[in-house]
Structure formats: structure tokens, C-alpha cells
């Protein structure tokens, strides 16, 4: 620790201390020194309680030699911080007369920090004043670590339930406003719901770090293609991008709603009907990544005089999301959407 310094003669007062100590509580001592628990003693006679005893568990928990600790400011090992408590609090502590405990934030000799659970108990002597503080430790640093790390997890989840109840709500109002019968609206709102939680299942089988386009092509479409046996009508090319999970949710629901219209209206509804699904990142910065779902071969197509309720999934979910510009084309020939969105950041081949 390099700045630390110690009054002139406070090492040789240290060492006469612990002297004193093994003269005086030899078996204690031993003990302490002996055991797994990292132990350190401070003069209490003096304000600024310096170290006079340290085990070897603590000079094996801090990384420091007894010489470098013997005759320091016990204060100088507190690693201060905003969510630590302050040097004036474990000064309170020491002047306290009776055993009390906190959790103190430390610093190692190479820098490098820890949390300790630290018992402070005053020693007195034969007259009752305190000579002495006895400090034990048991390090926390784990614990702290494992907490920080499911405090991380409990966030994240609840950020997910709400986009995720966020979106439902999306799909009830949605459905809700369209002129539906009873029996086709419970259908619009449950058949979205199952696109919604198949792309749950695939998140969660990649730890929801995202997913490659072509795993959640085959996810979304997997109803339409293996099912009903018209994998071969679907027509795909592009890299198998990852897309983080926000644009994996929104992306399976369009694809949901591509794939519903085509089977009822469109390219699928015949015995000749193909879909050619592509996309790709667009130069020269590629930070765009352009989506294309294209019909051929179907039944003549009409553009619609009113917006059907997947068209206003797509569009308003997509620019509500994503901030993407989606465009539905509805030529004689077959529907093609394209969807114009922002790359994902680092995006590779899954």
C-alpha cells in the first residue's frame, strides 16, 4: 500500500504491542494466529486505531505482509464508495463499547476489492477500560457477487414480462378494435399469443441472448410448413443473422401474420403459391437490415379498401418497436412486404 505511512517508531511500537500480547494472552493469541478466520487487533488507547496483530488469514485475504500492516491505520483498508459504508461509520464502531457487526467494502494490497462481514469487540482490561478492539472477518465477496448477479437476473426478467405483457396488451387492443365476431376475435387474439410464446421458447433456449433469423423462420413458420406439409413453398435466403430478443418478438409475430394471410388469401391458399422470404444488410455501412417477404404464383391480389388487422400489427408494432418503415404492397401478382429496420448491433452468422 503504497500510501501508507506510519508515524516514526509506530512499527516498533506495533511489534512491542503484540510482544505484550503473547506475554499476556499467549494461548489467545496462538489461537488467533492459527486460525482460518481473518483476525486483526487495533489500539484502542489511540484514536486512530492502529493495527497491532494480524493472522495470517487476514494477511492471506488482503495480500499484505504483518510488516506492512503492523502500525497502520486500520481506516486505510476501508475501500470507500457509494454504496459502501463510510470511514466515519466504522469509526463509530470502534468507539462503541459493546460487539456490533457491518458489512465493510475493502481494498487488497494489488488493488483489487472485497466485502467482509466484520464483527468489532472491545477488550478491556482488569479495570474494565478498553485497550484493545478484536476484529474478525468473514468474507462476503461471493455472496455479494451472486447477489449482484440475481438483483441483474430479477431486472431482467421483469423488464421482459413487461414488454412481453406490453405486447399482449398491444394484440388485445388491436383485435379488439377490428369488426370481429366472437369466435374469429378469440382465434386473432389466441393464434397471436402462440406466435408470441413460440418465440419465448426459442429465446429461452438460447438464454435469451438473441436469435439467428433462419432458427426463427423456422419457428414461426414451422405451424404452416411442417404441419401442413408446405415446407417446400418456402423459399428462403439470406445469413442466419442474430437479432437481439426485442426484434426476435416483433419479427415472429410479422411472420405469424405473412404467413396467416397467405394460407387464407394469398400465395398459400392455391396448389401453386410459393413464398421467397430474403433479407439482408444494405450498403455500404450495412446498418440496415432489410427484410423482403415476397408471394408468386397465388390468386390475383386486390389492395384491401381497409387495413386488415395484421397489416396494422405489422406496421404499428414494427414502427412502435423497432422504429422501422414497413411498406405492404398489394399487387395483382402477390403481396410483398418489406420491413427497413436497424441493423442489430454486431451482427453475425448464428
Known sequence: MTTMETESGGQESAEAEVDDFRRNL??????????????????????????IFANDSFLELTGYSRRELLGIV???????????PTISQVRQEFNSDHNSNLEVHYHRKDGSDFWASTFVSPVCDKNGKIVQHF???VDLTKHKQEQAHSKMLIDELSHRVKNTLATVQSIVSQAMRAPLDPEDLREAIESRIFALSRSHDLL?????QGAGL????DAALEPFGATLGWSARFLIDGDNIRVPPNMTLALGIAFHELATNAVKYGALSNESGSVLISWSLQPPDETRLVFVWQERNGPPVASPSIKGFGSQVIERGFAHELH???????APSGVTCTIDMPAPKGSDDG
Open 26 to 51: 499467549d494461548p489467545f493469541v496462538v489461537a488467533a494466529q492459527t486460525t482460518r478466520m481473518p483476525m486483526v487487533f487495533t489500539n484502542a488507547r489511540r484514536a486512530d486505531n492502529r493495527i
Open 74 to 84: 486500520f481506516d486505510l483498508l476501508i475501500e470507500e464508495g457509494p454504496d459502501a
Open 135 to 137: 476484529l474478525s472477518f
Open 204 to 208: 429461452t433456449q438460447v438464454s435469451w
Open 214 to 217: 433462419h432458427d426463427l423462420l
Open 324 to 330: 422501422a418503415k414497413v411498406h405492404l404492397e398489394f
